[in-house]
């Protein structure tokens, strides 16, 4: 009856931290998929109050049209970093721009101030082919 107990215990174990361990890189392949084209945003799950998609454009191209639920900062503004801080550091940012480059300039600059998970999708508004709000 030991050996049984012994044995029930070790495999629920190994299925409890097996499945731990395998968590995060498949969280970070998905992370990865989702960000391989803004094409794939509407996979987020934007209700989930710890992810959050964030425009780095201008207010003007924000307005021009945008991705619904996303959060407008301008990269290029000189209070980005200021309001950057206003953040919640533990949260998912998925970042997007027009073509990608500011998305990946803020991506960097929001992980050099601490953010802890902060994603930048390859590409942009350009070869979006989604609906946009204004």
Known sequence: MGNKLFILLGVSALLTFGSCATETPIKAVEKASISSSLNHVHQLNLKNKSVVLLDVRTPEEFAEGHI??????DVKADDFESKLEALDKNKTY??????GVRALNATEKMRSAG???????KDGMMTYKGETTK
């Open 115 to 121: 953010f802890k998970d902060a994603v930048n999708f």
């Open 68 to 73: 619904d639920g996303a959060v407008n900062i």
């Open 94 to 99: 998925f970042i997007y721009c027009r073509s």
